[in-house]
T-cell receptor, first 110, second 113 residues
């Protein structure tokens, strides 16, 4: 089984809809991360969490919220999706010096 | 503009050839990381470099960090189809082992027989 799983793997949604992306990890690490990847812009950090009570904004947190339900679960929500949130989203866990990434969720907002 | 510039953006090589990918910053970095991304999969950690002049190798991949800690190169010797993918460099911009890594835009490598 994969160490970091993400659901769904692909999602198409409409502008204004609320959507949640989920992430689970079996690595046992406290830290978890959410990134988005866009062509020409690379990978950018959205949020990161040290534990269920410690959540921090990353580089591009506007328009997103997160929830850390347990050490192993970290979800990302788009309260009202907009087209420029179309991207590939990655969840990761680990330490700053070595992160383990999930397979990604390809989100399209029409 | 990107804080981490990678070059080239894309690379197509014949199997067996050597190649180099570069990652450059205008500022001194605290740590430099190399990851590989394959289509449909997440990023896989390759190596971390923290000291100026440091060099690390894993199988046929060697990464170096220059003395000023502003440029890193990733060298693949005798490339194979399994090396194909997107290579991304990431860096600690503010301090050692920060959670706020920045990443380059990636170099897409294709290896043909």
């Amino acid at each position: 089984d994969a160490d970091v799983t993400q659901t769904p793997r692909n999602r198409i949604t409409k502008t204004g809809k609320r959507i949640m992306l989920e992430c689970s990890q079996t690595k046992g690490h406290d830290r978890m991360y959410w990134y988005r990847q866009d062509p020409g812009l690379g990978l950018r950090l959205i949020y990161y969490s040290f534990d269920v009570k410690d959540i921090n904004k990353g580089e591009i947190s506007d328009g997103y919220s997160v929830s850390r339900q347990a050490q192993a679960k970290f979800s990302l929500s788009l309260e009202s999706a907009i087209p420029n949130q179309t991207a590939l989203y990655f969840c990761a866990t680990g330490t700053p010096s070595k992160q383990y990434f999930g397979p990604g969720t390809r989100l399209t907002v029409t | 503009s990107q804080e981490l510039e990678q070059s080239p953006q894309s690379l197509i090589v014949q199997e067996g050839k050597n190649l180099t990918i570069n990652c450059t910053s205008s500022k001194t970095l605290y740590g430099l990381y190399w990851y590989k991304q394959k289509y449909g999969e997440g990023l896989i950690f390759l190596m971390m470099l923290q000291k100026g002049g440091e060099e690390k190798s894993h199988e046929k991949i060697t990464a170096k960090l220059d003395e000023k800690k502003q440029q890193s190169s990733l060298h693949i010797t005798a490339s194979q189809p399994s090396h194909a993918g997107i290579y991304l460099c990431g860096a600690d911009r503010y301090s050692y082992n920060t959670d706020k890594l920045i990443f380059g835009t990636g170099t897409r490598l294709q290896v043909f027989p």
